[in-house]
C-alpha cells in the first residue's frame, strides 16, 4: 500500500499541476483613450474584452480602466510602454508628437477607406512597417477598430471658393489642420464641452468632428445646417497597444485569443460604426430638415490634395522609414483604388436615384 | 495508510476526470461546395479551421473535404442536415431549389455592399430572420466570406441600349439570370470548364463570373474585351452551415472560438478578395491593354431594377417570411446607404483624378 500510495501521491501532484497550468488565469490591465460608457470606441474594447473571457473560458481577463481612473487620454503610449499598463486602445496618430511615424497607421488625408486599408494592413505589407515603428518601444500595434469615412465638419456657411476658406473660424486637429491651415483657416483648439457653445456664440464657424454616429450626441446639425463630405480621414483605424512581456507572458493559445479577439473586434467596429452613423444620419435629417450635405467644390480639394502632398513629401524626405511607409501606402492605394472604382463606385453611381 | 490511499485513489480519479474533460478533442467535419487548392473560398475555409485549432491549443479540429470528396458541390444543405458532416461551407443561394427563402442571405440584385449587409447582419435583424429560414432544418447558419462587389461581366461588344440584350447569348446564373431572360436575353448555362472555349468560339456572347480576382484564372479578358460593373451581386455572402446537434456537443467556450473563428474568416475574406481583385485588375489591364472597363447605360439599369422588383414582389407575395426579409433588407437598405452616399460614395467622387 505503501508502495502503490507513494505513487498515487506522485500522481496527484502531476495532475493538479497540470490542472493548475490549463486553468491558470491571466489577467491584462488596459488603459484606452476613452471615458467611461464611450459609445462604439469604449463598447469596442468591452466587446474585444468579452471575446476573449469566452473563448478563453475565463482563463483570460482583461480589466478594462477608461480615461478617469488613469488621467492620461493621450498618454496611453507611455503606460503601456513603460508597463503601468499591459495593453492600451487609443489611436496611433496622437503620438507623432513622440514617433512622428505612429501618424501613418490611423489615416492619411486623401488615403485608403476602411476595406482598402485593413487589405493593406494584412495583405500589402501595412502590418510590418507598423510593427518596425513600435518595436523600438517594446510594443505591438494592432487596428483597433474603423470609423469608417470621417465627414468634413459641420459649416455655418456654404464653402464655395477657396476664398471662403480664407480667416474661417474652424476647430480641426491633427494633420487635416495643418493642411487647413496653410490654406488660411484660422484653426482653433477648443475643448470638446465648449464645442457646442462656440459654434452657437460663433466664436468658430465649423466644426469638424467624426461622422453622424458620434457628431448627433454633440448637436452641431442644430445650428451649422452644411455637412461637408470628408477628405481628411476616409477609414481612421484605432488601435490595439500591447507590452511585448506582457504578450511574451501569455501561452500560445490565450495569445492566438487575445490577436483574434482584437482582430474581430476592430472590424465589428467598422460594421457598427457603418450601422450608427446610417441611424444617426437618417435621424439628423428628420428632426432637422433644413440639414443639408454638401461636397466641397473641386478648387478646394485640388488644394487641400496638393498642400496634403507638399507636407507628405516634406516628411518622406527627413526620414527613411516615413519615405517607405508613405510610398506603400500611395502605391497600394493606387491598385487597389482601380478596382474599388469598378466595383462599388461603378455600383454606387449606378443604381443612385436622384 | 488505507484511508489515505482511498481518497488519495478518488482524487485520482476526479483529477484524471477533470484532466480529460479539459483536454477532449472535438473534431468537426466539413464539406465545402470548392474543389482542393480553391483561392479564396477554399482559403478562408483551411482559415478558419487554422485559427480554431490555434485558439483552443488543438481541442477543435476541423477536418474538411472539398467537392472531389463528397462529390455533391451543391449538396452541402443535405449532407449537413442529414448529419453526414458537421459542418458546410457554402452559399446560401444555391439551395432556393428547397428553401425559396436562402436566396435573400448571399446577396440581391441593386441590393446591399458588403459593410452595409454586415451591419444588416449584425445590427439589422439579419442573423435573426437568416436563423429562422434554417431553423426548421436543423441548420445554424453564419456569415462565411465576402466576394466583394462582382462584376456585371466580359462582353464581346459593348452594351449601348436595350435592343443590345434582345438574343444576347450570356452565362449568368441564378435570379440575376432570371432577370436577364426577362429583358431578352438567351441565358444559358455551361459548365465552368467549357466557358473559355465557349467564349472564343461564339457559342456565348458574354459570361458573369465574380470578379478580377476569380476571373482572372479563367482567361475570359483575353477573349471580350469590355468589363462591366455590376448590379447582380453587390456583396455576395458565402456561408457556415453547422447541424445543430454538432453545435450542442460542444462545450460553451469551443462554440465561442467556433463562432468567432467563423467571424474573423468571413471578414478577412472580403478583405482577401479586395486586394486579390485589386493585383488581378492590375494585371488583367496591363497584359491586355485594350480591356476596357463600362457600366451600363441608365435605360438598361433601369429597366434590371424593375424587373428584379417586380420578381421580388411577387416573391413576397407568396411567403409572409419572405415578405417580412425583402422588406427589411429594403429598408435597412435605405436607410444605410445614405450614409454610404455621403461618405465612401461622395469620398470616391471627390478624389477620383480623371
Do not use: C
Not at 471662403?164 to 490654406?183: H, I, N, S
Not at 470628408?230 to 511585448?244: D, R, S
Amino acid at each position: 500500500m505503501v508502495t502503490v500510495g507513494r505513487s498515487l501521491l506522485a500522481f496527484v501532484l502531476l495532475s493538479v499541476s497540470m490542472i493548475s497550468f490549463a486553468e491558470e488565469t491571466h489577467t491584462l490591465r488596459l488603459a484606452q483613450t476613452w471615458g467611461p460608457n464611450s459609445p462604439i470606441l469604449g463598447e469596442t474594447v468591452q466587446h474585444m474584452a468579452d471575446m476573449a473571457e469566452a473563448m478563453s473560458d475565463g482563463r483570460l481577463q482583461i480589466r478594462i480602466d477608461p480615461s478617469n481612473k488613469h488621467k492620461a487620454p493621450f498618454g496611453i503610449f507611455d503606460l503601456v510602454r513603460n508597463g503601468q499598463y499591459d495593453m492600451g486602445h487609443t489611436a496611433s496618430y496622437y503620438y507623432k508628437g513622440t514617433i512622428p511615424n505612429a501618424m501613418y497607421f490611423t489615416t492619411v488625408p486623401f488615403g485608403m477607406i476602411a476595406p482598402e486599408q485593413y487589405a493593406w494592413f494584412y495583405h500589402g505589407g501595412g502590418m510590418e512597417l507598423m510593427q518596425r515603428v513600435y518595436e523600438p518601444y517594446g510594443l505591438l500595434s494592432f487596428p483597433g477598430g474603423n470609423t469608417g469615412n470621417q465627414m468634413g465638419g459641420w459649416f455655418r456657411n456654404e464653402i464655395n471658393s477657396l476664398d471662403d476658406l480664407k480667416g474661417l473660424k474652424m476647430r480641426t486637429p491633427g494633420f487635416a489642420g495643418e493642411v487647413m491651415a496653410e490654406l488660411g483657416v484660422a484653426v482653433t483648439n477648443i475643448p470638446p464641452g465648449e464645442l457646442y457653445s462656440s459654434l452657437e456664440r460663433g466664436t468658430i464657424d465649423a466644426v469638424e468632428w467624426v461622422g453622424p454616429a458620434l457628431d448627433f450626441q454633440m448637436g452641431f446639425h442644430q445650428i451649422a445646417k452644411y455637412y461637408y463630405s470628408g477628405w481628411q480621414e476616409p477609414g481612421a483605424e484605432v488601435q490595439f497597444l500591447i507590452n511585448q512581456k506582457s504578450w511574451n507572458d501569455l501561452p500560445k493559445d490565450l495569445q492566438e485569443i487575445l490577436r483574434i479577439a482584437m482582430r474581430t473586434a476592430a472590424y465589428d467596429m467598422y460594421i457598427q460604426s457603418t450601422h450608427a452613423s446610417g441611424v444617426a444620419w437618417d435621424r439628423m435629417k428628420e428632426d432637422y430638415p433644413d440639414v443639408t450635405h454638401k461636397v466641397f467644390p473641386p478648387e478646394v480639394i485640388d488644394a487641400l490634395r496638393k498642400t496634403t502632398n507638399r507636407l507628405l513629401a516634406e516628411a518622406a524626405e527627413k526620414d527613411p522609414l516615413a519615405k517607405e511607409i508613405i510610398e506603400s501606402q500611395r502605391d497600394y492605394l493606387q491598385q487597389v483604388r482601380q478596382w474599388t472604382n469598378i466595383s462599388d463606385k461603378a455600383y454606387l453611381e449606378s443604381v443612385a436615384e436622384d
